[in-house]
């Protein structure tokens, strides 16, 4: 076991005068040491502090990798940068580190750099490359690594930071064997929560069984109040805690000391930074032991080794630590401590143990003293005042050759009393000591300007002012002629006279260029007619013309405070990350979108989108142009085009009136003609039957050919809502299975249950037409129909269609193996009355309805076919966020045979009445039937619970079905209504069921719909 003395405060102490004195040295030393005029064998190394001088582990960092060093490189220059990471803890903050270093070592070259702590390295992972190239690099104190926490860095090594909880743990078991708790203190930051997910996998393995509680994102009073709480056979473990919830910071003995001052209990660390601070102790790892060992790594680099073959050090080796003092208070014995464990505070009487030879030494030193301290005194003075001085000269002379401004000071008669090395290389000298006694007239720049140089001298000598930002040409030694900009102030004396004047210009020649050039283009992009726009990553706007301030009635100022989504409504907030991903890999875009005003009014632009670079940061040079007027001339050639396809309706309503007339007559004639024979055939049954079931498909036929002329000449707005696609095209599905021949497969691939804003019907229609269009070309050769589902993003690329918007989109793809379009006729498939099928076969209505549906919808159709190997017909739907509203889930009624229920029936046709008497009496119903909703409501309302299920017509007199459905309902609004109808201007399926309507049925009704209608919508008993 090692004892350590009760020399913490002064360890510390030693510890902070070393890290300043490193930082004074570097700050006086600086970038420019690696000027050309350095010592080329000496090495440069960079220290990256992840935080601020007085955080005592990164200190302890700093100092392990400074001492270590030195030891072996005495002449190294050292040059640290603190990134104070704990202050300024937001990513924005590396972008001004990376200019502030970009800047001071633009020209550096370093032998080594070493990183302490995570905000270093990530740091160098983001930012090493551009500013220190291959140089290699190693990093310590780590927490959470993971490879990928180096970047696009390979000359690197280091070693992690990992401490060790579960050897912590079990000394503290050992030590307390009585312990019922431990109490971890931690914070929820990543190494907190890192450090907490290694105490809980440590726990299992111990022998003892214990209990463990963790803070849970606590401010340090609420800490404190607990720990104040616990009981005697509690134990307390600090992890990790450098900021509370309310984002107070804590040094590591800081957060020690409130703990253990406000705990009954011990308290134990895994730092050796928080010994002396009231802690028992633990199997700590220091911070400057830490950066020693990662000091070894950069010695190894700085002999030759390639840090890219050096293994990266994952365990780090730990030490057990106590306090004699906190083991006395808790009464614990230091023969119970782990093998090879290290005591501080453990008081060891010298005088005790070496009396004889202290009072010895005691005497020899005081006559010593007694015999040379006066001389030396004199003597030390006087060096050390030599010493002083020496210092400071050197000091000033490095500070005034490592500026690159040029310095120069003269009295008060222009001669020259010394300059830097930057002003004596100008001028052609090659040490500064040569300038003095020199006057301007004699260097090498022509007269008028010495004279105004001596002009402006006698200037600030008379006024004793300070002249600054004087822009002057100056000639330099070599003949080239550059522009400076100077300032003078008087050199006084200790009295307050102005005995001299000095100094300072820095050669602004390229920064003037640049101004000029700055004008020029600027100039240029404030007289450009468009709006044009520098955006940056974020969104914001870097640069705006004129242009684009005058559209938008903005100021320069207050549009460069805005961002896209401001004045663009088409791009909110969360479009933009994948807009600007988009552009950075395709390097351009063109679309259009809408730009809004200051005063809030929106007007068409077409933006086309460039990535750039400028002072090397990537930004979208977005040109954007106002066609308001181009859109107007599009709208109104859309117009005319509406009125063209509506003459064009009206013509082709005109030309098909006669088929469909000759379509009736021929379904008449099948009526009549075998009516007529079924009455004849009354002793044949089933002749009977047979002329009967040719009068139903006659019926049929007419059915659907109503439905068809309805559904042509229909003019009234569909009803949109929320729906799911999946749901229409199953239920297609089913429809085509009863009417596709068996030669056809029908396969289906519904991957999305997404939602749209559409009307059913129309979806449903679009589907029919789609897959009867995939069956004509199969019917011949047989194949397979497949109907795909699936939901897809669409990009920039995609947005070059206009109509199509970039988003979510569900796509519906119907293909066939059939015979394919050819290539001449693909882009007519969708104009109106275009078909290739036979006379009598299609009108060539069916796929510009399809198209006409989807534009509605704000949707898009692409086709893709090859002739003799099929067609696919992709429709694309934009996603609506809303939920879909529920269809009516039908029941599938394998019995059609009522059971006694109740059926009230009304319709105005005395024939209908009868046959739907008839029809349900046949099937097991009690019906009562009524001419009249009037009638019919009379009789309801006697007794409304005499009635299980109601069937009513739309058109009557007195009274509509749907009025008489409303007031049934009002009386009974569990009751199921079944609304038949022959036409459906004045109400539709949406309506009815809006209404509460359960079921809605198109006239004629067959008697199988009627009996599965009413098996579906009677409550199961």
């Known amino acids: 076991m090692k004892r350590l003395p009760a020399c913490q405060s002064l360890h510390r102490a030693a510890l902070s005068l070393l890290i300043a004195c490193a930082t004074l040295g570097c700050l006086l030393t600086g970038p420019k040491t690696l000027s050309a005029q350095d010592n080329p064998n000496r090495p440069h190394i960079l220290i990256l502090n992840s935080y601020h001088p007085g955080y005592l582990w990164s200190d302890g960092e700093q100092a392990g990798i400074l001492e270590t060093l030195h030891a072996q490189l005495p002449e190294a220059q050292f040059h640290i940068e603190y990134l104070d990471t704990k202050n300024f803890p937001k990513p924005e903050h590396y972008s001004h580190v990376f200019g502030t270093l970009a800047y001071k070592y633009k020209d550096a070259q370093f032998s080594v750099i070493l990183a302490a702590d995570n905000a270093a390295l990530e740091f160098l992972a983001q930012f090493g490359k551009p500013l220190f190239g291959n140089t290699p690099m190693v990093f310590c104190g780590v927490s959470n690594f993971s490879p990928d926490l180096l970047g696009d860095l390979d000359a690197i090594t280091g070693i992690v930071e990992r401490h060790d909880v579960r050897s912590t743990i079990a000394a503290m078991l050992r030590l307390h064997p009585a312990a019922q708790e431990i109490y971890v203190v931690v914070d929820t930051t990543l190494t907190g929560k890192e450090q907490r997910k290694i105490t809980e996998a440590a726990l299992p393995d111990?022998?003892?069984?214990?209990?463990?509680?963790?803070?849970?994102?606590?401010?340090?009073?609420?800490?404190?109040?607990?720990?104040?709480?616990?009981?005697?056979?509690?134990?307390?473990?600090?992890?990790?805690?450098?900021?509370?919830?309310?984002?107070?910071?804590?040094?590591?003995?800081?957060?020690?000391?409130?703990?253990?001052?406000?705990?009954?209990?011990?308290?134990?660390?895994?730092?050796?930074?928080?010994?002396?601070?009231?802690?028992?102790?633990?199997?700590?790892?220091?911070?400057?032991?830490?950066?020693?060992?990662?000091?070894?790594?950069?010695?190894?680099?700085?002999?030759?080794?390639?840090?890219?073959?050096?293994?990266?050090?994952?365990?780090?080796?730990?030490?057990?630590?106590?306090?004699?003092?906190?083991?006395?208070?808790?009464?614990?014995?230091?023969?119970?401590?782990?093998?090879?464990?290290?005591?501080?505070?453990?008081?060891?009487?010298?005088?005790?143990?070496?009396?004889?030879?202290?009072?010895?030494?005691?005497?020899?030193?005081?006559?010593?003293?007694?015999?040379?301290?006066?001389?030396?005194?004199?003597?030390?003075?006087?060096?050390?005042?030599?010493?002083?001085?020496?210092?400071?000269?050197?000091?000033?002379?490095?500070?005034?050759?490592?500026?690159?401004?040029?310095?120069?000071?003269?009295?008060?008669?222009?001669?020259?009393?010394?300059?830097?090395?930057?002003?004596?290389?100008?001028?052609?000298?090659?040490?500064?000591?040569?300038?003095?006694?020199?006057?301007?007239?004699?260097?090498?720049?022509?007269?008028?300007?010495?004279?105004?140089?001596?002009?402006?001298?006698?200037?600030?000598?008379?006024?004793?002012?300070?002249?600054?930002?004087?822009?002057?040409?100056?000639?330099?030694?070599?003949?080239?002629?550059?522009?400076?900009?100077?300032?003078?102030v008087p050199l006084q004396d200790k009295q307050g006279r102005v005995y001299g004047v000095l100094g300072v210009y820095e050669d602004v020649t390229e920064k003037k260029k640049r101004e000029e050039q700055l004008y020029l283009a600027q100039f240029t992009i404030d007289s450009a007619k468009d709006s044009i726009f520098l955006i940056d990553e974020k969104a914001g706007f870097h640069l705006v013309n004129t242009g684009a301030c005058r559209r938008l009635g903005y100021s320069k100022e207050e549009l460069l405070a805005l961002r896209v989504f401001d004045i663009d409504p088409a791009f909110p907030p969360g479009k933009w990350p994948e807009h600007w991903q988009e552009l950075m890999e395709k390097g351009s875009a063109t679309l259009e979108t809408v730009h809004r005003t200051k005063e809030g009014k929106d007007f068409p632009v077409e933006v086309s989108a460039t990535r750039v670079i400028y002072n090397d940061k990537i930004y979208d040079c977005a040109f954007a142009r106002d066609i308001s007027d181009r859109n107007c001339a599009e709208g109104e050639r859309q117009r005319l085009e509406i009125q063209l396809r509506q003459s064009q309706k009206m013509e082709a309503i005109g030309t098909l009136a006669g088929g469909i007339a000759h379509d009736f007559n021929n379904i008449l004639s099948i009526i009549l003609g075998y009516t007529e024979l079924a009455m004849m055939e009354g002793n044949d049954p089933?002749?009977?039957?047979?002329?009967?079931?040719?009068?139903?498909?006659?019926?049929?036929?007419?059915?659907?050919?109503?439905?068809?002329?309805?559904?042509?000449?229909?003019?009234?707005?569909?009803?949109?809502?929320?729906?799911?696609?999946?749901?229409?095209?199953?239920?297609?599905?089913?429809?085509?299975?009863?009417?596709?021949?068996?030669?056809?497969?029908?396969?289906?691939?519904?991957?999305?249950?997404?939602?749209?804003?559409?009307?059913?019907?129309?979806?449903?229609?679009?589907?029919?037409?789609?897959?009867?269009?995939?069956?004509?070309?199969?019917?011949?050769?047989?194949?397979?129909?497949?109907?795909?589902?699936?939901?897809?993003?669409?990009?920039?690329?995609?947005?070059?269609?206009?109509?199509?918007?970039?988003?979510?989109?569900?796509?519906?793809?119907?293909?066939?193996?059939?015979?394919?379009?050819?290539?001449?006729?693909?882009?007519?498939?969708?104009?109106?009355?275009?078909?290739?099928?036979?006379?009598?076969?299609?009108?060539?209505?069916?796929?510009?309805?399809?198209?006409?549906?989807?534009?509605?919808?704000?949707?898009?159709?692409?086709?893709?076919?090859?002739?003799?190997?099929?067609?696919?017909?992709?429709?694309?739907?934009?996603?609506?966020?809303?939920?879909?509203?529920?269809?009516?889930?039908?029941?599938?009624?394998?019995?059609?045979?009522?059971?006694?229920?109740?059926?009230?029936?009304?319709?105005?046709?005395?024939?209908?009445?009868?046959?739907?008497?008839?029809?349900?009496?046949?099937?097991?119903?009690?019906?009562?039937?009524?001419?009249?909703?009037?009638?019919?409501?009379?009789?309801?309302?006697?007794?409304?619970?005499?009635?299980?299920?109601?069937?009513?017509?739309?058109?009557?007199?007195?009274?509509?079905?749907?009025?008489?459905?409303?007031?049934?309902?009002?009386?009974?609004?569990?009751?199921?209504?079944?609304?038949?109808?022959?036409?459906?201007?004045?109400?539709?399926?949406?309506?009815?069921?809006?209404?509460?309507?359960?079921?809605?049925?198109?006239?004629?009704v067959t008697q199988h719909e009627l009996l599965e209608a009413i098996q579906n919508n009677l409550p199961k008993k």
């Open 206 to 488: 111990l022998k003892k069984k214990i209990k463990t509680t963790f803070t849970e994102n606590l401010s340090i009073e609420e800490v404190l109040q607990q720990t104040r709480n616990l009981p005697p056979s509690t134990l307390v473990l600090i992890l990790s805690f450098a900021r509370d919830k309310n984002g107070r910071i804590f040094d590591l003995p800081e957060l020690a000391r409130l703990v253990s001052n406000n705990s009954p209990a011990p308290v134990y660390v895994i730092q050796e930074e928080r010994m002396g601070a009231g802690v028992v102790g633990g199997y700590l790892l220091g911070g400057k032991a830490h950066g020693a060992q990662a000091a070894q790594l950069a010695l190894r680099i700085l002999a030759g080794e390639s840090a890219a073959s050096i293994p990266i050090v994952t365990e780090p080796p730990v030490q057990p630590m106590f306090d004699f003092l906190q083991l006395k208070r808790f009464g614990l014995k230091t023969s119970a401590l782990p093998q090879g464990s290290i005591v501080i505070n453990q008081p060891v009487s010298l005088y005790e143990n070496y009396r004889v030879e202290i009072w010895c030494l005691v005497g020899f030193v005081f006559l010593q003293l007694c015999a040379i301290g006066g001389l030396l005194t004199n003597i030390q003075k006087k060096r050390q005042a030599e010493k002083t001085l020496g210092q400071h000269r050197l000091m000033l002379r490095q500070v005034l050759d490592m500026t690159p401004q040029s310095i120069f000071w003269k009295d008060r008669e222009g001669v020259y009393l010394g300059c830097n090395a930057v002003f004596a290389k100008a001028i052609g000298l090659d040490d500064p000591e040569q300038i003095k006694g020199k006057t301007d007239f004699d260097l090498p720049w022509p007269t008028e300007e010495a004279e105004a140089y001596r002009a402006d001298d006698q200037e600030v000598i008379t006024s004793n002012r300070t002249k600054r930002s004087i822009i002057e040409p100056l000639q330099q030694a070599n003949g080239s002629r550059i522009w400076i900009d100077t300032t003078k």
């Open 686 to 1004: 089933e002749k009977q039957r047979q002329e009967l079931d040719q009068v139903l498909k006659g019926a049929e036929r007419a059915k659907e050919l109503v439905q068809q002329i309805l559904a042509f000449s229909r003019k009234t707005e569909h009803q949109k809502q929320p729906l799911q696609i999946s749901l229409i095209a199953k239920e297609a599905l089913k429809m085509l299975r009863a009417s596709v021949p068996t030669t056809i497969e029908i396969k289906h691939n519904i991957n999305s249950e997404g939602t749209v804003l559409a009307d059913p019907t129309q979806i449903h229609q679009v589907i029919m037409n789609l897959c009867t269009n995939a069956y004509h070309a199969m019917r011949e050769t047989g194949g397979i129909l497949t109907i795909s589902l699936d939901e897809v993003e669409l990009g920039m690329e995609e947005y070059r269609y206009a109509e199509v918007k970039p988003g979510r989109y569900l796509r519906l793809e119907v293909h066939d193996t059939g015979c394919g379009i050819p290539q001449e006729i693909r882009n007519k498939i969708f104009e109106p009355y275009f078909t290739t099928k036979k006379q009598g076969e299609g009108t060539g209505m069916g796929l510009a309805v399809v198209h006409g549906i989807i534009t509605s919808h704000h949707g898009h159709l692409t086709v893709h076919s090859e002739v003799g190997k099929g067609t696919s017909v992709h429709v694309y739907l934009p996603m609506a966020e809303q939920k879909a509203v529920p269809l009516a889930e039908k029941k599938v009624a394998e019995n059609l045979l009522g059971h006694g229920e109740r059926i009230l029936v009304v319709d105005d046709e005395e024939q209908i009445c009868d046959y739907l008497g008839l029809a349900l009496q046949n099937h097991g119903y009690q019906v009562s039937v009524f001419p009249t909703g009037v009638e019919a409501w009379r009789e309801f309302a006697k007794q409304p619970s005499r009635f299980d299920l109601v069937v009513t017509d739309m058109t009557m007199p007195y009274m509509t079905g749907a009025e008489f459905s409303q007031k049934v309902l009002s009386l009974r609004p569990d009751i199921p209504v079944i609304l038949c109808t022959g036409h459906s201007a004045l109400i539709d399926r949406q309506k009815a069921r809006a209404m509460g309507i359960c079921d809605y049925l198109n006239k004629p």
